[in-house]
């Protein structure tokens, strides 16, 4: 299992906002110098986050993007899931009609498992709380910059 990109950059784009945007509409092409993926690349991942209710976007000159509610009330979970749908780790995790066996699985009570374990997870997770560790890993690291 690999996370796709779409997923990576999308929650390092709601993190970034969270942590500089809170005031301020973040301008698509502040966020794609800062993450160093294209304009166009952002734009596609802003659209299903916008399309979801995780941000807004504000016209105009002074214009760009905002987080919709305060970023303690979006969890890493809330991204995953408007990038890419539902998580589960095996269809009849969500589905058990999809397999005669799914009743008296093994394997699907392990896949279930391990689903809820990882919902669970990236649902305790912020990007309140992935803005600060940011921040703090940031100050950590200048440090070594200057050796």
């Known amino acids: 299992?690999?996370?796709?990109?779409?997923?990576?950059?999308?929650l390092r784009i709601m993190t970034q906002m969270a942590a500089e945007g809170r005031t301020k509409p973040l301008m698509a092409r502040r966020i794609s110098a800062r993450q160093r993926v294209s304009v166009a690349y952002i734009d596609q991942i802003l659209i299903p986050l916008r399309a979801s209710g995780l941000i807004i976007s504000q016209r105009g000159?002074?214009?760009?993007?905002?987080l919709a509610r305060p970023p303690d009330q979006i969890s890493a979970l809330d991204v995953l899931e408007a990038l890419e749908g539902k998580i589960a780790l095996n269809?009849?995790?969500?589905n058990p009609q999809v397999c005669d066996r799914s009743d008296r699985c093994a394997t699907r009570e392990l896949w279930s498992a391990l689903t809820t374990a990882m919902r669970d997870k990236l649902a305790a997770c912020t990007l309140d709380g992935l803005a600060a560790r940011q921040s703090e890993l940031l100050r950590l690291a200048k440090p070594r910059a200057r050796e």
Do not use: E, F
């Open 91 to 94: 269809d009849c995790v969500t």
């Open 61 to 66: 000159r002074k214009g760009g993007y905002l």
């Open 1 to 10: 299992m690999r996370l796709t990109t779409k997923l990576r950059y999308g």
